[in-house]
Nanobody, 127 residues
């Protein structure tokens, strides 16, 4: 089974930055949508951002627009989520997901069913 692996989480002060990375064995990036969900304690899982490397489409939740950027490396082996101006409400476990391509409003429904999920990485933002 293909393995999705995240890294880069940690503890940061409000206003700081972190970059999450995601790699996946046996996935051809252009064939999938790739993105990030997050889940905070006591809250529902939330779609954060997604990218389609075949056409360059990116999409973001309103809560992170202007602060987070999703990208891939030139070799299309790693997906990044650059998170700037972090806020305490960004504290959550962040999951990388590979699934059917589509805008964020669609993948929030399809990826929980059809996506391949990583184990998650903890991001904690202190105030």
């Amino acid at each position: 089974e293909a393995l999705v692996v995240e890294s880069g989480g940690g503890l940061v002060q409000a206003g700081g930055s972190l970059r999450l990375s995601c790699s996946a064995s046996e996935f051809a990036f252009d064939a999938y949508g790739i993105g990030w969900f997050r889940q905070a304690p006591g809250k529902e899982r939330e779609g954060v951002s997604c990218i389609s490397t075949s056409d360059g489409m990116t999409d973001y939740a309103d809560s992170v627009k202007g602060r987070f950027t999703i990208s891939t490396d030139n070799a299309k082996t790693t997906v990044y989520l650059q998170m700037n101006n972090l806020k305490p409400e960004d504290t959550a476990v962040y999951y990388c997901v590979f699934g059917p391509r589509g805008p964020l409003r669609e993948v929030v429904s399809t990826w929980p069913i059809y996506g391949s999920w990583g184990q998650g990485t903890q991001v904690t933002v202190s105030s």
